[in-house]
């Protein structure tokens, strides 16, 4: 993808109440909401990811392609978290304002540490992986990932030898991070035999 720069975003009120969508008995919970838990008007946003803490199922982190506008083709890494299994959100904003970010993915490792993977570009050197320790509240400067367009991440949960394993792929290859999401294989076939 190639870089663009930002448009400018035009203000948009926040709004005082907002009714949740019942639909055949099922509430529906907005995750980008402004600080009233309502819709922001004129925002948008697709390609969800979401991904749960296995040692606390009530601690939920997911991402998005975020966009300024609807009007708007710049997408962004747009993050939410829940700490009440998904009754309410938190919406932080974006993780690298300014910063084109896509094809988001999210995971969990066994300790409840969540991980966003995104490209910034085209190409097999655009892959990051941001690092959350508290259930999506704050995330981690990124690390590169060494993959391209329509990445996919994995953490080994087995507690076989691999455990804590992270692995990023996409159809550049696949890498992976032996240290908790440090840092991940430059030479994305160097370990495999």
């Not at 980008?32 to 803490?53: H, K, L, T």
């Not at 300024?68 to 919406?91: C, I, K, L, P």
């Not at 066994?110 to 959350?132: H, M, T, W, Y």
Request: aromatic share 12%.
């Amino acid at each position: 993808y190639p870089e663009v720069p930002r448009p400018t975003r035009a203000s948009v009120p926040m709004s005082g109440s907002c009714a949740p969508v019942v639909f055949d008995g099922y509430r529906s919970v907005q995750v980008n909401v402004d600080a009233f838990g309502c819709n922001i008007p004129g925002d948008a946003a697709n390609e969800p990811s979401i991904a749960i803490d296995p040692s606390n199922p009530r601690r939920i982190a997911i991402g998005w392609r975020q966009f300024d506008t609807v009007e708007s083709s710049f997408r962004q890494a747009g993050v939410a978290y829940s700490h009440d299994g998904g009754h309410s959100w938190v919406f932080p904003g974006v993780l690298s304002p300014g910063v084109f970010h896509s094809d988001p993915v999210l995971e969990s490792d066994a300790d409840g540490n969540f991980f966003f993977l995104g490209i910034r570009c085209a190409g097999p050197q655009c892959g990051e992986v941001f690092k959350s320790i508290d259930g999506g509240t704050t995330w981690a400067d990124p690390v590169p990932a060494w993959v391209g367009d329509k990445p996919w991440i994995a953490v080994d949960r087995t507690g076989g030898i691999g455990h804590g394993n992270i692995y990023a792929a996409s159809g550049y290859g696949l890498v992976r991070s032996t240290d908790g999401g440090t840092t991940f294989q430059h030479d994305p076939f160097s370990y495999l035999g």
